[in-house]
């Protein structure tokens, strides 16, 4: 998820499907401690926190145990639950190649953990971002065919000139949303459940907006990729979320074409509106983009 500018073929040792080997064995003690440290602190954080489906996928796939996790031991679980297994990458991949392993149910993982210097802010996603965020939904089938249907969906839209509309869709879903549920509102999106601070503000903060989700508004709506959201979108359901995605967006992209982005961090007329946030803490801080 970024601006950055990639190169278009795969680096030195990797696959023509830009996939490496995780080489499990060559993490560190340190690697692995990083990654018990940020599973602790996370987990605990999150019993309350996150929705069911993420707090079992944590439990069917063991993740606690050993350290970081290797990925050919989960992905006998993952591929049993819903088909989907995860596959090792050097970092950011090219669009076309992010989108053809998704939708063939695989999920690209970075093999490397940060720094126990770097424990709360990263760029680039690492394997505690990729497999602690995003593996946990990807053990609930609805999520799993979302995520399988958004691979497609990415596909269709490169060549319909549509990518930045569809990529905030994943942005304001897959990485930041949440879900309302009969305990309240609770996070799936894999941005959030892999950052601490972010738990706290996406949920308790009184300054960012929480807005039900509208496919439409979510496209229209651009995001931070160096901050906190200023606007969680909040859906009722993984069904819905699922729903939403397997309709055809061409119709969709014509419409956008029509009208204009909404403001980052503003409200619009039409929206159901959970939380109108003060936006205090984005009002203390530069725009960067
Ligand atoms: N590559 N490894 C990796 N992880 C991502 O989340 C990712 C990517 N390449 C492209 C990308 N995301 C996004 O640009 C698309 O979702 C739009
Ligand atoms: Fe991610």
């Not at 894999?190 to 996406?202: K, L, N, P, Q």
């Amino acid at each position: 998820m970024s601006e950055i500018v990639k190169p278009h073929s795969p680096p030195e040792g990797a696959a023509a499907d830009w996939t490496i080997d995780q080489g499990w064995d060559d993490y560190s003690a340190q690697d692995h401690q990083v990654w018990t440290t940020l599973y602790e602190r996370q987990t605990r954080l999150l019993q309350d926190r996150a929705c069911a489906p993420f707090l079992r996928g944590l439990d069917a796939l063991d993740l606690q145990r050993g350290g970081i996790p290797d990925f050919a031991r989960i992905n006998v679980e993952l591929e049993r639950l819903t088909g989907w297994r995860v596959v090792a990458v050097p970092g950011l991949v090219p669009d076309e190649v992010f989108f053809e392993h998704l939708a063939n149910r695989r999920f690209p993982a970075g093999r490397f953990i940060r720094g126990p210097g770097q424990l709360d802010y990263l760029q680039e996603p690492d394997v505690f971002h990729d497999v602690f965020g995003h593996v946990p939904m990807l053990t609930d089938p609805v999520f799993a065919d979302y995520m399988a249907a958004y691979g497609r969906g990415g596909r269709r839209a490169l060549s319909q000139g549509h990518l930045a509309h569809l990529a905030r869709l994943y942005w304001h879903t897959v990485e930041f949303g949440l879900m309302q549920t009969p305990q309240g509102l609770r996070i799936y999106g894999a941005g959030i459940v892999s950052s601490r601070s972010e738990t706290a503000f996406s949920l308790d903060d009184p300054s960012p907006h929480r807005v039900g989700f509208d496919l439409i508004r979510v496209m229209r709506t651009p995001y931070r990729i160096d901050d906190f959201q200023p606007t969680y979108f909040v859906i009722p359901s993984l069904e819905d979320l699922l729903e939403a995605s397997l309709q055809d967006f061409a119709p969709i992209y014509r419409q956008l074409d029509g009208l204009d982005d909404i403001a980052i961090g503003a409200l619009a007329a039409e929206d159901a509106v959970i939380h109108a946030g003060d936006q205090t803490y984005h009002r203390s801080r530069p725009v960067a983009q």
